[in-house]
């Protein structure tokens, strides 16, 4: 069985025990939609706009919470490769950090931004960047020391030897920790605008909770959930099996 | 004629008493005793010695990647400071970066040093032309063979046209059909090009089938306790009776400084 096949039934699967729960009656129709309510109520979000706008709103914050976390995380990572006292300092810092679910930042960004953008991006940030930084350091320390090695007598200096072994080298290392902190982003964005009621995908799930539209939130989910296998799928999955496979820690499929 | 009628004055690389110290849990121990030692234009040296003895110590020192605690190393008279792409290393496992074909590794030396993209591809080329792998130039490092990778190695290291070229124990890692495959072609890529040589192992018969010359480094402290010059015309074969008398004398030579490097091994396990 072709790998699409069998996520093909796998989706047929959910939905069909989806519809069957439903038919059961155990629980009404307006607690737990029936898949076709999930459906028409997505019609109507995409009709009125109000997925789009959403949308919009989303993605604008994710790029930029991504970006910043991306390349902050990186730069950390790096100056924590590259200095051991750095990183016995910082280290114990970023990791415990790490650990932390970052939305427990968000009163505290509240006080310090106030109920603005601010606060959203300082959440997902928080939550993103550790990761990043942890994975680019640990990538960069587990690079094979020859590497360094042999491009520093073929003449490589300072500059060169980041940008054309370092940074190569460790970019199966560095793929992965992007992939980590944008799901980790993306999580920490989500609970953020749950609360932080101003457009986006977490306000149209609150709104459907005050609304007590089950099939609301329902939809919105599913786009939620689409939009974190399609980013992770086209984009993470992909770019890293491409990458690892011409290391040759993959056999091509 | 393997040399050049009139040799020049200076040798190639000279040792002048380098010195090393390491420092360990049980105190200093002296790794390197005033080693000196002298390379002519166009030789093929073979530094041979049991592990431990500090034969890496000293290839590193040379290469520019260690710093002695005293004396010298001079390239053509000049103090060396550093690694430079004058003294290219072949590494025990190549070293090769995997996110280049075979041709872009090659081509990395030079790229570094801005030479024009023709002349690159071109330099590149003939040098994989010379390790007989032209044809798997665009081949990714994962894809090659033991044997194969170590060749894209020599030939990333020719093409930058080193004054030397350092080989640290480069077939080790390789199975001894392949390794003795490799010997052929080293000494005849060797005799092809008059690269000066220097060849680090512990491997007594690799050592004398390759070297003009074989400097023996004695274990802790290492010090060169003999030099033996080896005068057997090119390509040499691996059961050559000659060389077989001077295998048996050195590694009854070799055999008490093994002992004591295994011995201490043990010790410290």
């Known amino acids: ?253 | 004629m393997r040399y050049p009628a009139v040799r020049p004055a200076q040798p190639e690389l000279s040792l002048c008493s380098v010195t090393k110290h390491f420092e360990t849990r049980r105190g200093r121990i002296k790794v390197l005793d005033r080693v000196s030692l002298n390379v002519r234009r166009g030789e093929f040296l073979c530094l041979l010695g049991p592990s431990g003895c500090g034969k890496s110590t000293l290839f590193n020192i040379i290469a520019g990647l260690e710093a002695p605690d005293a004396g010298e190393v001079l390239v053509e008279g000049e103090p060396v400071a550093g690694p430079g792409p004058d003294r290219v290393v072949v590494f025990q496992d190549g070293a090769l970066f995997p996110w280049l074909t075979a041709l872009g590794n090659v081509e990395f030396g030079l790229s570094l040093q801005r030479i024009p993209r023709d002349e690159r591809r071109e330099r590149a080329m003939a040098a994989l032309e010379l390790v007989r792998l032209a044809r798997f130039a665009d081949a990714y490092i994962h894809e090659l063979s033991g044997g194969m990778r170590q060749r894209v190695a020599i030939a990333r290291a020719l093409a930058l046209e080193p004054k030397l070229l350092l080989m640290d124990e480069p077939f080790a890692a390789l199975d001894a059909q392949t390794r003795n495959i490799m010997h052929e072609e080293l000494q005849r890529i060797w005799v092809r090009t008059g690269q000066t040589i220097i060849f680090v192992t512990h491997n007594v018969s690799e050592a004398i089938r390759l070297g003009d010359r074989v400097a023996v480094l004695s274990f802790r402290p290492g010090t060169i306790k003999r030099e033996v010059a080896i005068h057997r015309p090119r390509p040499r074969l691996a059961d050559d009776p000659h060389l077989m008398e001077i295998r048996t004398f050195l590694v009854r030579d070799l055999r008490s400084d093994a002992e004591t490097a295994v011995e201490e091994e043990l010790c410290d396990g």
């Not at chain 1, 959403?54 to 976390?69: C, D, M």
């Open chain 1, 1 to 253: 069985m072709a790998r699409w096949q069998a996520s093909a039934l796998s989706a047929a699967l959910l939905l069909l025990l989806w519809q069957g729960l439903a038919w059961t009656g155990v629980w009404p129709r307006y607690v737990f939609p029936w898949p076709e309510d999930v459906v028409l109520t997505l019609w109507r979000l995409v009709a009125t706009r109000e997925l789009a706008v959403a949308l919009l709103h989303t993605l604008k914050r994710i790029s930029l919470g991504f970006a910043l976390s991306a390349s902050g995380g990186l730069l950390l990572g790096l100056c924590m490769a590259r200095s051991r006292t750095l990183s016995d300092i910082l280290g114990p810092m970023v990791q415990g950090l790490q650990s932390m679910p970052s939305i427990c930042w968000y009163p505290l960004a509240i006080l310090w931004f106030g109920w603005n953008e601010r606060a959203l991006l300082f959440v997902t940030v928080s939550g993103a960047l550790f990761a990043i930084a942890a994975a680019t350091e640990s990538g960069v320390r587990n690079i094979p020391p020859s590497y360094v090695r042999a491009a520093a007598t073929m003449g490589a200096r300072g500059w060169q030897l980041y940008s054309r072994v370092v940074l190569p080298a460790a970019l199966p290392s560095l793929l992965t920790g992007m992939r980590l902190g944008w799901s980790f982003a993306w999580r920490s964005l989500m609970a953020a605008e749950l609360l932080f009621l101003n457009l986006g995908f977490g306000h149209l799930l609150a709104m459907g909770r005050d609304l007590a539209d089950a099939a609301q939130v329902m939809a919105v989910i599913v786009v939620i959930l689409g939009m974190g296998v399609l980013v992770d799928r086209a984009c993470f999955s992909r770019v890293e099996r491409a990458v690892r496979r011409r290391f040759g820690y993959e056999m091509s499929a």
